[in-house]
C-alpha cells in the first residue's frame, strides 16, 4: 500500500501484488472499502488461483477519482452491511476494459468500454465484473451531486452510452482525469471538479420533463461545446453549425453563449487550433512533420491562411516560432 501526498490532495496507489496469494482476495477486501465505501466481496466458486487487482485514486477536491484494474470478482452493498458503515456518496462507473454490470433497485446496467453509469451508496447494490476487467469509479458527496445534477427519482444504474451525445463527452474526461489529476494545482481542481460535475449532469438521463439541450446551465453547455471543438478540431468542416447541432441548440443560442466569454464560436474554434498547432511545433515528437502538414493535420484548408493566422496570434510566423521554442535551435 503506498499513499502519496501532493498539497491538500491526497493519492492511492493500492495493489495485491505484494501480498501472497492466500492473503489477496481479504486484502483486495479491505483496499476496495478503504479507496470506495466498505463492501462484500465474492469471486467465482471456479477460482482457485491468487486474486490480481489493483487501484489508483486522486482527490478532485471532495470528489475521488479512480482507476481499477482487477480479476473477475463481485462488491455488493447489504441492507446490514449499509446500516453498519452509512455512506452517503454516489459513485459513476465508467467501463474501460471488458464489460461491468452494476444493479441497483430492479435493473442492471451493464457495461461496455466506453459506457458508464450511476449508483447510490446509501441503498443496496452489487458491482459485478465477470471476467478481468477495468474501470473508472467517480465517488461524489450527496449535497455535492445534488447541488448540480438533477436525477430523477431511482433513475440509478441506466445505462450512459459513451459513443454520441454528452456521453462522449464524459468519457474521455474521465479517462483524462485518472492520467492528469495529480498534476493538477489546487487553484484549479475546485473549477476542474464544478466542470465533472455539470458534464454528468448533462449526460444523466432526465425523464420524461427533460426539455431540451439550451435548459442546460449555460456553463455547462460552453464547456460542452469547447469539448466538442476539441475533439473534432482536425475536421476541416467543423463550423458554428455543426457544433449546434450535436449541442442540440441553435446556432443563436450558441454565440450567446460564447459571448458571454468574450468570444464566439468561431473565433474558439480558430484559437483551439492555433493553440493545438503551438503544441505541435514545439513537441520534439513532430519535429519531422512539415509546418504544411501540421496546418492540414488540425483542419485549416490553405496553408498560407495558416501562417497569416498563426503569426497574428503569436507574433511570430509557424517557422519561427518552432526555431525559436527548440532548445536545440533550428529544425
Known amino acids: 500500500m503506498q499513499d502519496r501526498q501532493r498539497g491538500d490532495r491526497m493519492s492511492l496507489e493500492l495493489s495485491t501484488a505484494k501480498v501472497d496469494d492466500p492473503s489477496q482476495l481479504s486484502y483486495w477486501h479491505q483496499v476496495v472499502s478503504e479507496a470506495f465505501v466498505p463492501y462484500e466481496v465474492a469471486v467465482p466458486r471456479r477460482r482457485t488461483e491468487g486474486f490480481r487487482g489493483t487501484v489508483t485514486a486522486h482527490a478532485i477536491g471532495d470528489m475521488q477519482v479512480a482507476t481499477v484494474d482487477a480479476d473477475p470478482h463481485t462488491v455488493f452493498r447489504t441492507p446490514s452491511l449499509i ?31 466506453g459506457e458508464f453509469t450511476l449508483y447510490d451508496s446509501a441503498r443496496p447494490c452489487r458491482i459485478t465484473g465477470p471476467d478481468r476487467f477495468g474501470l473508472v469509479s467517480l465517488k461524489i458527496p450527496r449535497p455535492l451531486f445534488t447541488a448540480h445534477c438533477r436525477l430523477p427519482q431511482d433513475a440509478t444504474a441506466t445505462v450512459v452510452r459513451g459513443d454520441h451525445g454528452v456521453g462522449a463527452l464524459v468519457s474521455p474526461y474521465l479517462r483524462s482525469l485518472t492520467r492528469h489529476a495529480a498534476e493538477l494545482a489546487p487553484d484549479v481542481v475546485q473549477q476542474v471538479g464544478i466542470n465533472v460535475l455539470e458534464l454528468l449532469g448533462a449526460a444523466l438521463p432526465k425523464g420524461p420533463a427533460s426539455g431540451d439541450g439550451s435548459a442546460l446551465p449555460r456553463s455547462a453547455q460552453w464547456l460542452r461545446a469547447r469539448h466538442y471543438i476539441a475533439q473534432h478540431i482536425a475536421d476541416p468542416q467543423l463550423s458554428p453549425a455543426m457544433v449546434a447541432d450535436a449541442l442540440g441548440v441553435s446556432i443563436r443560442y450558441l454565440q450567446v453563449l460564447f459571448r458571454a466569454e468574450g468570444t464566439s464560436p468561431s473565433r474558439s474554434i480558430q484559437e483551439q ?44 510566423g509557424p517557422r519561427a516560432y518552432r526555431d525559436r521554442q527548440s532548445p536545440a535551435g533550428p529544425v
Not at 503551438?278 to 490553405?302: Q, S, V
Open 83 to 113: 446500516r453498519r458503515s452509512p455512506q452517503d456518496d454516489f459513485l459513476v462507473n465508467l467501463a474501460v476494459r471488458g464489460s461491468v454490470i452494476v444493479t441497483q433497485g430492479e435493473r442492471d446496467a451493464v457495461l461496455r468500454p
Open 273 to 316: 487550433r492555433l493553440e493545438r498547432a503551438a503544441r505541435l511545433l514545439t513537441d520534439p515528437r513532430h519535429a519531422g512533420r512539415t509546418i504544411t502538414d501540421i496546418a492540414f493535420g488540425i483542419g485549416f484548408k490553405d496553408a498560407s491562411h495558416f501562417t497569416r493566422a498563426f503569426k497574428n496570434h503569436y507574433g511570430a
